[in-house]
T-cell receptor, first 111, second 111 residues
């Protein structure tokens, strides 16, 4: 069966510090992968998606970047965090037509 | 991707049937209608998807009228554990299978 992992589960970082969130998928090959952010009480905002190794598309201009060094690995990064980067970060993979399977998420608090 | 409109919140009691309606006036011919459920501090979970008429699975039913400009998610005999945010999405998937989430409907089930 397919599984998606995200870590860490929670993270508290100071403003200006770097960030690295990792997402890995098991049980599938060449998946479409996605990073979302959800601010408190809001809907999900699509940040990045990838249709293959090294292929990253950005949906919104921002302080974050994404990379896909391996087929089933998706990394979200920042060189210097801002207060506005706080939120709930979710990784997902495309299962089928309009269906995505989401990971457990990372709660990021920037102080 | 067609824009969707749904109520911000709804209240219900245990054992009742709940119907959440979503409006999508600009739905395109190739678009499917998909519903997700999200519990606090978790990623969204795919519930049901349809193109026209009625779709039913073990969790819910989806009613789509002939003009497809709206859809109704029906949850039979809700319980406290059905308290969650429900998202209606419309799209054709395409090569990237991107999803655009709105703010959803917060369903609160009371005892």
């Amino acid at each position: 069966s397919q599984t998606i992992h995200q870590w860490p589960a929670t993270l508290v970082q100071p403003v200006g510090s770097p960030l690295s969130l990792e997402c890995t998928v098991e049980g599938t090959s060449n998946p479409n992968l996605y990073w979302y952010r959800q601010a408190a009480g809001r809907g999900l905002q699509l940040l990045f998606y990838s249709v293959g190794i090294g292929q990253i598309s950005s949906e919104v201009p921002q302080n974050l970047s994404a990379s896909r060094p391996q087929d089933r690995q998706f990394i979200l990064s920042s060189k210097k965090l801002l207060l506005s980067d706080s939120g709930f970060y979710l990784c997902a993979w495309g299962v089928s037509y309009n269906e995505q399977f989401f990971g457990p998420g990372t709660r990021l608090t920037v102080l | 991707l067609a824009k969707t409109t749904q109520p911000i919140s709804m209240d219900s009691y245990e054992g009742q049937e709940v119907n959440i309606t979503c409006s999508h006036n600009n739905i395109a011919t190739n678009d499917y209608i998909t519903w997700y459920q999200q519990f606090p501090s978790q990623g969204p979970r795919f519930i049901i998807q349809g193109y026209k008429t009625k779709v039913t699975n073990e969790v819910a039913s989806l009613f789509i009228p002939a003009d497809r400009k709206s859809s109704t998610l029906s949850l039979p005999r809700v319980s406290l554990s059905d308290t969650a945010v429900y998202y209606c999405l419309v799209g054709d998937g395409g090569a990237t299978n991107k999803l655009i989430f709105g703010t959803g409907t917060l369903l609160a089930v009371q005892p």
